[in-house]
T-cell receptor
Framework: AQSVTQPDIHITVSEGASLELRCNYS??????LFWYVQSPGQGLQLLLK??????LVQGIKGFEAEFKRSQSSFNLRKPSVHWSDAAEYFC???????????FGGGTRLMVKP | GAGVSQSPSNKVTEKGKDVELRCDPI?????LYWYRQRLGQGLEFLIY????????KSGLPSDRFSAERTGESVSTLTIQRTQQEDSAVYLC??????????????????FGPGTRLLVL
């Protein structure tokens, strides 16, 4: 079945440390890929998107993501995490099953001072 | 510019009552989506509107759920005879282009803040 998987439900990092959030998709072709962030009580904000071309995508707030076809992955990275980055992060894919986005289950990021 | 707006932001209702949730998409966005997010879970697709085409209702969980959209403007999601399992955040998104038949760079979806529904 077509799906998006975020293997880590919770991640805790220290402020200033680097961050990598994992995302894997399962599909017969390359979908369009997105990362969204959801702060407590807020809607989803688009961080970055990949459609084609350069496999390293830059987004807002200092985030980047790398598409690796061989691993069916689209991991989100940030070199130095800030306390304000604490939120829930969702990976999503489009084109997998019709019109909608298929979302992963989310990764909740906590940042230690 | 203004983003996607939703109202109400919170709704508490009694089991068996009907509720209406409203979404105002970004001006000029032709596509509109409804998703449901249960506590601690990811988003589930409910329904998609694209212009004057027939909506994609494939995600609606039961016939108690329905949605309408007039042209490329406001959409209303209606839940009839609410049940406790309907408690969730209902998120609306809009996008500039259509997702079908071919996803395009304009298809990135922009989300509203959601309506938090609690059914007692």
């Amino acid at each position: 079945a077509q799906s998006v998987t975020q293997p880590d439900i919770h991640i805790t990092v220290s402020e200033g440390a680097s961050l990598e959030l994992r995302c894997n998709y399962s599909y017969g072709a390359t979908p369009y890929l997105f990362w969204y962030v959801q702060s407590p009580g807020q809607g989803l904000q688009l961080l970055l998107k990949y459609f084609s071309g350069d496999t390293l995508v830059q987004g807002i707030k200092g985030f980047e993501a790398e598409f690796k076809r061989s691993q069916s992955s689209f991991n989100l990275r940030k070199p130095s995490v800030h306390w304000s980055d604490a939120a829930e992060y969702f990976c999503a894919a489009g084109g997998l099953a019709g019109n909608m986005l298929t979302f992963g289950g989310g990764t909740r990021l906590m940042v230690k001072p | 510019g203004a983003g996607v707006s939703q109202s109400p932001s919170n709704k508490v209702t009694e089991k068996g009552k009907d509720v209406e949730l409203r979404c105002d998409p970004i001006s000029g966005h032709t596509a509109l989506y409804w998703y449901r997010q249960r506590l601690g879970q990811g988003l589930e697709f409910l329904i998609y509107f694209q212009g004057n085409s027939a909506p994609d209702k494939s995600g609606l969980p039961s016939d108690r759920f329905s949605a309408e959209r007039t042209g490329e403007s406001v959409s209303t999601l209606t839940i009839q005879r609410t049940q406790q399992e309907d408690s969730a955040v209902y998120l609306c998104a809009s996008s500039q282009g259509q997702a079908k038949p071919l996803f395009s760079p304009h298809s990135a979806q922009y989300f509203g803040p959601g309506t938090r529904l609690l059914v007692l």
